[in-house]
């Protein structure tokens, strides 16, 4: 099974500022199309979690232009260009090169 | 919109099955291209992908609880269901349901709302 792994777990940051969230998975998400099956999330408190971005760096729909992912093989980032208030929660990164699908442990962002 | 809603009882018995249905509305599942999937999160074990499954039937599970597990689709009535066998503590947590927009179980999107499922010994 694929291992994710998210660093770091918590991060304490300044409206305006940038934010960056690290994974690495045990494996490459590389698929023999090009595309690395990666996917970010975020859960804001009380809710259910939402799709950032798929595929390492495509937004998902109604997502503001500030997230952006990159990486590729093994190693992710999703960069926050200035956190807003609303941008509190946890963010998870989910492989979903191979089932079982995983997740990473999660990175708790607060203000 | 596409929406998506579990449904299912909050408490289950030790040794039971865990029965939840998914309501899609807003697309038809019959209609769609894509996987359904479920996943849970517990406390203890953060996000858990439980599986998914095709409008034709077809199933992917975790193995981890691949012998526990059954899913399976009604596209008349727009809802996908999961079974859970042989429930313990370890299997209470929030149970969602999500749409995967790309392969089988990523690109979840959107999600449920959650059921919480607790087991009572």
């Known amino acids: 099974d694929f291992v994710m792994t998210q660093s770091p777990l918590s991060l304490p940051v300044t409206p305006g500022e940038p934010a960056s969230i690290s994974c690495r998975s045990s494996?490459?998400?590389?698929?023999?199309?090009?595309?690395?099956?990666l996917d970010w999330y975020l859960q804001k408190p009380g809710q259910s979690p939402h799709l950032l971005i798929y595929l390492g760096s495509i937004r998902a729909s109604g997502v503001p232009d500030r997230f952006s992912g990159s990486g590729s093989g093994t190693d992710f980032t999703l960069k926050i260009s200035r956190v807003e208030a609303e941008d509190v929660g946890v963010y998870y990164c989910?492989?979903?090169?191979?089932?079982?699908?995983?997740f990473g442990q999660g990175t708790k962002l607060e203000i | 919109q596409l929406r998506l809603q579990e449904s299912g009882p909050g408490l289950v018995k030790a040794s039971e099955t865990l029965s939840l249905a998914c309501t899609v509305s807003?697309?038809?599942?019959?209609?769609?291209?894509?996987?359904w999937g479920w996943i849970r999160q517990s406390p203890g074990k953060g996000l858990e992908w439980i599986g998914s499954?095709?409008?034709?039937?077809?199933?992917y599970y975790n193995p981890s609880l691949k012998s526990r597990v059954t899913m399976s689709v009604d596209t008349s009535k727009d809802q996908f269901s999961l079974e859970l066998r042989s429930v313990t503590a370890a299997d209470t947590a929030i149970y969602y349901c999500?749409?995967?927009?790309?392969?089988?179980?990523?690109?979840?999107?959107?999600w449920g709302q959650g059921t919480l499922v607790t087991v009572s010994s």
């Open positions: 989910m492989q979903g090169l191979q089932t079982p699908s995983s």
């Open positions: 499954l095709f409008k034709s039937g077809s199933t």
């Open positions: 494996q490459s998400l590389l698929h023999n199309n090009g595309r690395n099956y």
């Open positions: 807003g697309d038809s599942i019959n209609s769609s291209p894509y996987h």
């Open positions: 999500a749409r995967a927009l790309y392969s089988v179980s990523s690109g979840l999107d959107p």
